[in-house]
């Protein structure tokens, strides 16, 4: 069994590294592309809540301290695919990506402790964006084509502790890496050649969370869970280089280069602020519970990166708030397997902290989801759907209405167990 799973992390990891295209969002051209949601499946079914969650059998990434709960080994994979239908006011266009998410495994330690370690999609660059401009007789005098992809990694270990009096505390220390790659093309009516703008840019960094979890024990099997998280203030250092080149400008959009104009290195830092996560939520164990998350930061911080010269936007205060919880008809259920099967739901709403033409970006959505037990074992197979909408069709940006579809593995196992001679 180990075996195979060890086999089937290796063909994901070797997936992982070399995927072409994780994301299909105009959004994703601004700094270094979309942030990823770092919570598993089930967290972003119920709506992204996830800073109040503990299990003995699955993980939830949202809060480290959940960790301290774990019973079981357990081994989590996740990819998805999202669409997006993508208009400017005029034209609507669709367009899809597929990619994995995360893959990571989570060990408990003498019943009160455990650790996790992963590899998660960061953030992803994808695009495809056309400018026009016509003179004043209403010809085409001019096309700007910009392109980019790439993204971020992050590989994280993290650390909870249970303690006697319903108290968990955890940390979790992450490396992110990854690079990415924007591309303008100019071509001129009349103009011989045309010129092409490669950025390459590369980035590291180190972040640190820190996060808490108290139970509160209520009459008939209820319990009233709080939850905070921080994600401290960190820096990712961005290295790379920018070469501008003269190309033949055929009629076909064909790119063959001809002279190099320019090319030089730069280098510089993004520092990211404290992002705190407040959770509360009431439920009954394996039963249902019901959540609400509030999550703010301050603006993303550009010094002297390649990032920073855009003046068409800026960053901003962000924050969100996210409501979700799931229900379990009976879950150890042997007549029904619909009865042990859990159901999650959620809504979410966002302010990106990304203004853009003076217009604040929001993202709003619902979400779904569904955990299928696999046999009568506790491990399980999850599906998740998101619908919502980013952006507006005002000032000249875009709106994009989103359909996630996402699915992840959950296996458990035990380890370390005492064998017992008769």
Excluded: C
């Excluded at 005029?90 to 009160?112: D, H, V, W």
């Excluded at 993290?158 to 108290?167: A, M, Q, S, V």
């Excluded at 959009?253 to 104009?261: A, E, L, M, T, V």
């Amino acid at each position: 069994m180990i075996k195979k799973l060890i086999a089937i992390a290796f063909l994901m990891f070797s997936t992982y590294n070399f995927a072409q295209r994780t994301n299909s969002s105009p959004y994703s051209f601004f700094g270094i592309g979309d942030q990823a949601k770092l919570k598993t499946v089930e967290e972003i079914a119920m709506g992204q809540m996830g800073g109040v969650l503990d299990s003995e059998f699955q993980l939830s990434f949202t809060n480290p301290a959940s960790y301290g709960s774990l019973l079981w080994t357990t081994y989590v994979f996740s990819g998805g695919n999202k669409t997006n239908k993508v208009n400017d006011g005029e034209i609507e266009q669709t367009s899809s990506a597929a990619s994995l998410t995360y893959i990571a495994i989570g060990i408990p330690i003498r019943g009160n402790q455990g650790m996790a370690a992963g590899l998660q999609l960061n953030s992803a660059v994808g695009y495809s964006l056309l400018e026009q401009l016509y003179d004043d007789n209403n010809e085409l005098n001019e096309t700007n084509l910009l392109s980019g992809n790439g993204g971020t990694s992050r590989l994280f270990l993290g650390y909870g502790y249970k303690f006697p009096f319903n108290l968990n505390l955890g940390a979790e220390v992450a490396y992110i890496f990854g690079g990415i790659t924007n591309t303008i093309v100019n071509r001129r009516a009349g103009v011989q050649l045309a010129t092409e703008n490669i950025t390459q840019s590369n980035l590291n960094g180190v972040s640190y969370k820190f996060g808490a979890q108290y139970t509160v024990d209520m009459p008939n099997n209820m319990h009233v869970k709080l939850g905070t998280t921080f994600n401290f203030e960190y820096e990712l250092h961005d290295q790379g280089s920018q070469h501008l080149f003269t190309i033949d400008n055929t009629n076909d959009g064909s790119i063959f280069p001809r002279d190099s104009i320019r090319s030089q290195g730069f280098s510089g830092t993004i520092k990211y602020p404290l992002n705190t996560v407040l959770s509360a939520g009431i439920g009954q164990s394996n039963k249902w519970f019901a959540g609400v998350e509030y999550t703010f930061a301050k603006a993303v911080d550009f010094d002297d990166t390649i990032y920073s010269e855009n003046p068409t936007y800026e960053y901003v205060n962000s924050n969100s708030l996210s409501v979700g919880g799931f229900f379990t008809p009976k879950y150890n259920s042997i007549a029904s397997y619909w009865n042990r099967v859990t159901y999650r739901a959620g809504f979410v709403y966002k302010n990106l902290g990304l203004v853009v033409n003076d217009t604040e970006i929001d993202d709003i959505g619902i979400s779904f989801g569904v955990s299928l037990p696999l046999g009568l074992k506790i491990s399980n197979f999850n599906l998740g759907f998101e619908l919502g909408k980013r952006g507006t069709t005002e000032n000249n940006l875009i709106l994009e209405n989103y359909y996630n579809f996402r699915l992840s593995i959950s296996l458990n196992d035990k380890w370390f167990g005492k064998r017992r001679i008769h």
